[in-house]
């Protein structure tokens, strides 16, 4: 598709996503069963508005060829990197963000040039089937396809031959989608999860750090994969920790746990823990020790787990002891603290003072490491994400390595050997 074409499609989706932006909030409210409007209209609607109009501004800069520079041997000669399209892009989006977690690769891919197959998630059926309709009134079946259903339409859906596969998910999904991926040698990018870490450090003012993270932990009812997991007090005490969350003024929810599977899942991992809740409200945020699987496993809900160590190591360590997380959080850290984290860990993001908000810099590449995922989008990066650079080059008609053309002459030979150091 021409860069003209690119443009209008995301204007396009920009035209439509804002004419059924209620029907989008109606939509995710009925799969929720309950869900905050503002974390609809921001997360899943707002979210892909500045996305796309991002990437219409900056297309052309970005699908610029890039010069490469010629060795001396081989001028004069032209060599350019293009970033072309790679096909059609399969995009598997999972239910905690309907909308935003299958349109944000997907503005990226149809950046690059491509055509994008969605699967949603079967947990929220409307939102699945609006999706649908907002992409064939935006881009139409010849650039965009909602293919809906259970787990063994996904499972169909990874199999195919796709010429790259964008998945969104949990990690032990993300392994079975690469499994199937790799039958057919599909290029894959994987947003997988982890326990988010909120380090809260000696210097950091624990009322401040309380209201961050809770607000980060509000959204979506926690149920965000860069929401925090887990706070670290290095030097804190949990009870002044404790008494800060509850004058944040932050103490409940608007969104509900999306469903029973979730519920039932998050009432293992913190049976038999000691739970405080904020607030009275329906859905209130709750405080807990970080004990047995709720230590171990991605709590993706309204809980927030709670850690003391007397040091900064420690803290390091119990980080370094899970898999690699999608980001780490700092709360008053000096320069010095963020650079030894920065050296001791591995994250997809290092954010200091505040929790989620960096996931929504397309001018910055967001992902995963290990087993958070791989593979980088939003902005440009998405952009090269989905797009394959390919080397052009142009010859010029002579060089000084067409000195070694045959057949060879003994001064070539004697040059050969001069170039490898040898006499």
């Known amino acids: 598709m021409s860069l003209g074409r690119r443009r209008e499609l995301l204007r396009a989706l920009d035209r439509v996503l804002v004419a059924r932006a209620e029907d989008v909030v109606a939509a995710a409210a009925a799969d929720f069963g309950a869900r905050s409007v503002e974390d609809t209209l921001l997360a899943d609607v707002v979210l892909v508005l500045d996305a796309a109009r991002y990437a219409r501004r900056k297309l052309r800069e970005w699908a610029r060829p890039r010069r490469a520079p010629v060795p001396f041997p081989f001028q004069p000669a032209r060599a350019v990197l293009e970033p072309v399209p790679k096909g059609v892009v399969g995009v598997m989006a999972p239910w905690n963000y309907p909308f935003q977690l299958a349109l944000l690769p997907a503005v990226d891919a149809v950046a690059a040039g491509n055509r994008v197959a969605f699967k949603p998630s079967e947990a929220t059926p409307r939102c699945s089937a609006l999706l649908a309709e907002i992409v064939a009134e935006a881009w139409g079946p010849e650039v965009g396809l909602v293919v809906q259903?259970?787990?063994?339409?996904?499972r169909e859906f990874a199999a195919q031959p796709w010429d790259h596969l964008a998945f969104t998910g949990g990690t032990e999904t993300g392994r079975k989608v690469m499994a199937a991926a790799a039958a057919n040698l599909t290029p894959l990018t994987l947003e997988l999860g982890g326990k988010c870490p909120a380090v809260v450090l000696p210097g950091a003012d624990l009322r401040r750090a309380a209201r961050d993270i809770l607000a980060a932990k509000f959204v979506n009812a926690g149920q965000t994969c860069v929401a925090p997991d887990t706070v670290i007090l290095v030097g804190h005490d949990q009870l002044a920790f404790h008494a800060a969350c509850r004058e944040s003024g932050i103490t409940g929810t608007e969104t509900a746990v999306i469903n029973a599977a979730q519920q039932a899942r998050l009432d293992r991992i913190t049976a038999g823990v000691t739970m405080e809740a904020l607030g009275p409200e329906r859905f209130p945020l709750k405080l807990a020790t970080a004990n047995g699987p709720l230590?171990?496993?991605?709590?993706?809900?309204?809980?927030?787990?709670?850690?003391?160590?007397?040091?900064?190591?420690?803290?390091?360590?119990?980080?370094?002891?899970?898999?690699?997380?999608?980001?780490?959080?700092?709360?008053?850290?000096?320069?010095?603290?963020e650079a030894a984290v920065a050296a001791s860990t591995k994250s997809g993001a290092l954010v200091c003072d505040k929790a989620l908000d960096h996931a929504a810099f397309f001018g910055m590449a967001f992902g995963g490491v290990g087993a958070s995922g791989f593979g980088r989008r939003n902005g440009e990066w998405g952009f090269l994400e989905f797009s394959q650079l390919r080397a052009?080059?142009?010859?010029?008609?002579?060089?000084?390595?067409?000195?070694?053309?045959?057949?060879?002459?003994?001064?070539?030979?004697k040059l050969a050997r001069r170039l490898a150091g040898l006499r």
């Open 295 to 337: 230590a171990e496993e991605e709590i993706f809900g309204p809980v927030l787990a709670v850690e003391c160590v007397a040091r900064l190591e420690e803290a390091v360590a119990w980080i370094n002891a899970r898999p690699a997380p999608l980001a780490i959080y700092l709360f008053g850290a000096t320069r010095a603290e």
């Open 149 to 154: 259903g259970g787990p063994e339409v996904a």
């Open 392 to 413: 052009r080059v142009r010859h010029g008609r002579w060089s000084l390595a067409g000195l070694f053309a045959p057949p060879r002459s003994s001064f070539a030979r």
